[in-house]
T-cell receptor, first 112, second 114 residues
Framework: RKEVEQDPGPFNVPEGATVAFNCTYS??????FFWYRQDCRKEPKLLMSVYSSGNEDGRFTAQLNRASQYISLLIRDSKLSDSATYLCVVNNPGAGSYQLTFGKGTKLSVIP | GAGVSQSPSNKVTEKGKDVELRCDPI?????LYWYRQRLGQGLEFLIY????????KSGLPSDRFSAERTGESVSTLTIQRTQQEDSAVYLCASSWGGNNEKLFFGSGTQLSVL
């Protein structure tokens, strides 16, 4: 089982739609979870951290299910500018390292 | 500087040559990461530095790859005897070093091995 798995997509949705991405992780000892966004040929940038209680930032909502070891990202009222690849990121604790493992990403295209 | 700086931005080399990639992290950031991203693929962890602790080298794909960091400043990633499969974007990121800290990425070095 891969450490961090995501549906690669692409997800093609119309403007205004709601879209959800899921991500599963294999290390039950992981404690830190994030969603990053990567635009084409650009470096990744933090979108939001994911907290146990779930958290919301404007149109974006992230949730964590520790029992099932998955993380979700919900985008409401999609904008054209939301088109990007969304990367799920999880820390892999061990040997004192704070290694962060990235999923391969889910590609989103928002269509006019 | 204001952000993470990587150089060169592009590097074309011949198979078998050595290359050195440089990363200048944000001043004060104690943690520094190197990742590799092949075309159309995800980020592959290579190495992690945290302060003066021993680096986590568990992601280095072979002994041709090595990295150094001087204190909490510049890091260099060296690839010896480059192979065509080493062609990728090499991304460096830094953070304040605590848990849940945001990673700030450089714009990467595009390495092409002919």
């Amino acid at each position: 089982r891969k450490e961090v798995e995501q549906d690669p997509g692409p997800f093609n949705v119309p403007e205004g739609a709601t879209v959800a991405f899921n991500c599963t992780y294999s290390n039950s000892a992981s404690q830190s979870f994030f969603w990053y966004r990567q635009d084409c040929r650009k470096e990744p940038k933090l979108l939001m951290s994911v907290y146990s209680s779930g958290n919301e930032d404007g149109r974006f909502t992230a949730q964590l299910n520790r029992a099932s070891q998955y993380i979700s990202l919900l985008i409401r009222d999609s904008k054209l500018s939301d088109s990007a690849t969304y990367l799920c990121v999880v820390n892999n604790p061990g040997a004192g390292s704070y290694q962060l493992t990235f999923g391969k990403g889910t590609k989103l295209s928002v269509i006019p | 500087g204001a952000g993470v700086s990587q150089s060169p931005s592009n590097k074309v080399t011949e198979k078998g040559k050595d290359v050195e990639l440089r990363c200048d992290p944000i001043s004060g950031h104690t943690a520094l990461y190197w990742y590799r991203q092949r075309l159309g693929q995800g980020l592959e962890f290579l190495i992690y530095f945290q302060g003066n602790s021993a680096p986590d080298k568990s992601g280095l794909p072979s002994d041709r790859f090595s990295a150094e960091r001087t204190g909490e400043s510049v890091s260099t990633l060296t690839i010896q005897r480059t192979q065509q499969e080493d062609s990728a974007v090499y991304l460096c990121a830094s953070s304040w070093g605590g848990n849940n800290e945001k990673l700030f990425f450089g714009s990467g070095t595009q390495l092409s091995v002919l």
